[in-house]
């Protein structure tokens, strides 16, 4: 049971004259127990000092722990000992009323009070003094449940060294890593785990995917550690979240293997993914959303940026009274790598205003769009950086293209600017 602990000797008021501090170090004197909370819920938190209050809140965190351990204390007294017969044990029952719980909610609470009573009983004394939060006895209990109680406890002792100064998630890091250390099925249990594999993507809804993979440890890590590189490299230059950039390398990589040379084919096209519209969307005259079939809805605008963006998708323009299908086309025209070199080398960059990105990685934009006629040859197909390739589809930027390869451009505002192929007499 617990006890109150109370100084054996009380501090003396401070000489600076902080005595609305008073409470704070009064509480800090008696530990984790309801006479602190009643002296901290006294005090005004706007009238300490900012020491006191720090303080004060690391106190409240340990006397919720202690809270914590004495309701799991009557849970366990009023649910009693698990019963011969599972069927039997009607304890849960009061214990769901009284915490106004479902008998689902109660059957954890109550295996873990349990749990708390008796094999973890040095947890329940750690959390009794502030030493480990629920959340952390609470991870430890439900991560040992299939254990004998001697590795249970080797594992518990190892755990409490450390948990007073470790958030959650590196507690339950530590946890994992002495599971695998002293659960002797660790290699039989993560044998069959791993012949699990997942890798499945669903409809969210409001235009949105998720897409989840599960699999070897060695594996999900690679995947992570090389989308925290490409975050990374590109925060400079896209900006945005992390989660953002990440999502956006992998769609990147994507469309590269999608439209590479070797990429796998379909009755010998191309795969691509298929992104339906209606006509009056299509030319400008409604803005109804578009469907990826077999995935979902998404805004009409993504769907027009996508078909701009040259992404690898097969537009189908349907007829919005009965939903036929009126036209065929598609816009993720795969540019041979001969005429792709051929641009290339010739530009060098970007055939853009003042650009400097290297024209291997830029789109080739047909001047022409490939579904209103144009052709795909080096006098309609241009290597565009993305911003300007947007500029040009979506800001009223336009350009043309002589026989020797130069490109003009005019922006909305009247402006023009001639950009000339690379000049190998200059070097390469």
Known sequence: MFDTVVAAESPEPPDDGATADWPVLMAEQIGACGE?????AGADP??????????????????????????????????GP?????????????????SRLSI????????????????????????????????????????????????AQQIEANLLRYAYRQDLTLFKASLRRWLARLDPQFTSRATTARREAIADHRDLGDGVGELYLRGPLEM???????????????????????????????????????TSPDAPRRHGRAIVLDVCVDAPTLFGLARHPAEIPGYGFIPAAAAIQL????????RL??????????????????????????????????????????????????????????????????????????????AGWTYR???DGSVTWTSPAGQTLRIDPHDYRLGP
Not at 330 to 338: A, C, D, F, K, Q
């Open 46 to 79: 706007q009238g300490l000092s900012e020491s006191a209050r720090v303080s004060a809140l690391a106190q409240l965190a340990a006397i919720a722990a202690h809270a914590e351990s004495v309701r799991l204390r009557y849970t366990a007294a009023v649910a």
């Open 104 to 151: 689902y909610s109660a059957d954890r609470q109550v295996a873990f009070a349990r749990d708390l009573a008796g094999r973890l009983s040095a947890t329940h004394a750690a959390m009794t003094v502030g030493q480990i939060t629920l959340a952390q006895a609470l991870a430890l209990s439900e991560g040992v449940a299939h254990l004998d109680d001697e590795v």
């Open 220 to 258: 999900t890590a690679l995947v992570d550690t090389a989308l925290n590189a490409c975050a990374g490299a590109a925060k400079s230059a896209q900006g945005g979240t992390s989660a953002t950039r990440k999502l956006a390398g992998l769609a990147e990589w994507a469309t590269r293997y999608l």
């Open 307 to 314: 078909l701009a963006d040259g992404s690898p998708l097969r």
């Open 401 to 403: 293209k002589d026989p």
């Open 317 to 394: 323009v349907i007829d919005p009274a009965d939903g036929h299908l009126l036209h065929y086309g598609r816009t993720t025209y795969v540019v041979p790598p001969p005429l792709a070199d051929h641009l290339i080398a010739l530009h060098r960059t970007s055939a853009a205003p003042y650009s400097s990105v290297p024209a291997g990685g830029c789109d080739m934009d047909h001047l022409r769009p490939y579904d209103d006629g144009g052709t795909t040859d080096p006098w309609n197909v241009t290597p565009l950086e993305r911003r300007w390739h947007r500029g040009k589809t979506h």
């Open 82 to 98: 698990l019963p011969a017969d599972p069927r039997e044990d009607w304890g849960k029952h009061e214990v769901a009323v009284a």
């Open 36 to 40: 602190a909370l009643n002296l901290l």
